[in-house]
């Protein structure tokens, strides 16, 4: 982008390059998209022609000091601003936003607990930005500043990190994440539902709350009494709640996913999954896109929705009350989900999950990972349950306690420790104010490029002499004498 000869050549390779991250990013959703996943690419990919345009214009030779410090500003906003509008749920969602990327660092992830990931994709393109200008600058100031850019935004999380005391300890948990994976070539409800029966009744008395993976009972379980029957009789043998996941219908027959907590005398909470997966809970602007489904694996009709998150209570052994967020699947990519759990008192936020459909590929791992990031923005113990893996825990800055890939078949037991209610994240008190001032910032370089393209278009018109002298010599040609 930096070398592109011209600003539409820059356009274009910012272009391409934002298709090739999401291709590189989501191929496993190649077998519910088939072809169609490199046009949703193209589309999406189009978001990162603003970094090159913004590459282009402050980091092209020869460059300025000026030029430099502007560009270490406005490069990784423009990059926000791509991440940040197609991290909109009606055009796809948050998922691969860079600032993920770095879950298995926690003192790096202590940047999230400040502004969220999104300032943890900010330092990451500020600081390569940076090791741009250090290698190619020609001007000793442009390098120089380069360098700094490197050393404030490599040292800023370790800095934020260690100057954060870590919140009051107000008791502890123990939970189980029941992950019983795949339950034969077609993994059928009932084989599914028995396996994490089985698993939670061996393993009863070992856990204060069982968390079971997304559509874990593949049945609305007010049409099936005896089945809800059996789940009431498990948690009185357990001595321990459970958090189940069910497919559910509404009166006109429609489908949802719902989380249940279910004790002995039946349920005690539940919530609807709000926040659906592209494609294979719904298709985006189904009226002109529904075509897809007829080529690719992606959603016949749209799981209907609900209304937001929601803070679930449980009564723990010995009496002790929990508030927890239950989010589900897809909702772990979501900032403001977790957000609004914990400014509602949510202690620790659990998700659900399948994954099935992506076993051998990279999505589980990514899909796990996530909760990492949102551990740390929160200030909340995050774990995952997931059907058929990857499950996993990870205490409140984000550091993991536990984790199991798609081949373990079991109980994950794992000791989460709970901060005071009161202790707040920055981020959580101020929400999304980095990507608004990245916004800004490109909205101010955008108006300022539109400018100096106007006035650079009008130069040759306003500033060139009445009269252009014209030498004009005569040539002879030997050949012809003429």
């Known amino acids: 982008m930096q070398a592109a000869p011209t600003r539409r050549e820059a356009w274009v390779r910012g272009w391409w390059f934002g298709t090739g991250y999401l291709l590189a990013n989501m191929y496993w959703l190649t077998p519910n998209l088939g072809p169609a996943l490199l046009l949703v690419a193209i589309v999406l990919g189009f978001l990162w022609s603003a970094v090159g345009l913004a590459v282009w214009a402050y980091l092209r030779p020869p460059v300025t000091l000026g030029r430099a410090a502007a560009g270490l500003v406005v490069v990784p906003s423009a990059w926000l601003v791509t991440e940040w509008i197609r991290s909109w749920q009606g055009i796809g969602g948050p998922w691969a936003v860079l600032g993920a990327s770095q879950w298995q660092h926690p003192v790096f992830l202590a940047l999230a607990a400040a502004g969220g990931v999104w300032l943890v994709s900010f330092a ?8 741009l200008l250090a290698i190619t600058a020609r001007s000793l100031a442009a390098r120089l500043a380069g360098v700094v850019a490197i050393g404030v935004t490599v040292l800023a999380g370790p800095a934020i990190f260690a100057l954060t005391s870590p919140p009051p300890v107000t008791q502890s948990i123990t939970v189980a994440l029941v992950q019983p994976g795949l339950q034969g070539p077609k993994n059928l409800p009932a084989p599914r539902l028995a396996a994490s029966e089985r698993l939670t009744a061996s393993n009863a008395g070992r856990a204060d709350l069982y968390v079971w993976g997304e559509s874990s009972v593949g049945y609305y379980l007010g049409d099936r009494p005896r089945i809800a029957a059996t789940i009431e009789r498990l948690s009185g043998t357990a001595r321990a709640e459970i958090l189940l996941n069910q497919d559910a219908l509404n009166s006109r027959g429609a489908t949802s996913k719902q989380a249940l907590l279910v004790d002995s005398a039946g349920v005690q909470g539940s919530y609807i999954k709000t926040r659906l997966v592209p494609f294979g809970e719904y298709i985006p602007f189904r009226s002109a896109l529904g075509w897809l489904s007829k080529i690719s694996k992606a959603a016949s009709s749209n799981i209907v929705p609900g209304t937001g998150a929601k803070v679930l209570h449980a009564t723990l052994p010995g009496g002790r009350r929990l508030s927890f967020g239950a989010l589900i699947c897809f909702e772990s990519a979501f900032p403001d989900m977790s957000r609004v759990d914990t400014d509602n008192g949510a202690q620790v936020i659990f998700y659900q999950t399948s994954d099935s459909t992506f076993q051998a590929s990279w999505a589980p791992a990514q899909h796990a990972a996530l909760s990492a990031v949102r551990a740390a923005e929160t200030g909340r113990p995050v774990a995952q349950a997931a059907l058929t893996g990857d499950s996993a825990a990870f205490d409140d800055r984000g550091r993991q306690l536990a984790w199991a890939g798609t081949s373990y078949r079991g109980v994950l037991i794992v000791r989460l420790a709970l901060p005071s209610v009161s202790s707040r ?4 008190q101020w ?20 400018v100096r393209i106007r006035r650079s278009r009008q130069a040759p018109a306003n500033g ?9 010599g005569l040539v002879r040609s030997r050949k012809s004498g003429g």
């Not at 990451?124 to 090791?131: D, E, H, S």
């Not at 994240?425 to 959580?428: A, E, F, G, S």
Request: aromatic residues 8%.
């Open 464 to 472: 060139a002499p009445a009269h252009t002298p014209v030498r004009i």
């Open 431 to 450: 929400g999304d104010y980095v990507p608004w001032t990245a916004t800004g910032i490109a909205a101010l370089a955008a108006l300022i490029g539109l």
């Open 425 to 428: 994240t920055l981020y959580d």
């Open 124 to 131: 990451l393109v500020a600081a390569n930005t940076g090791v």
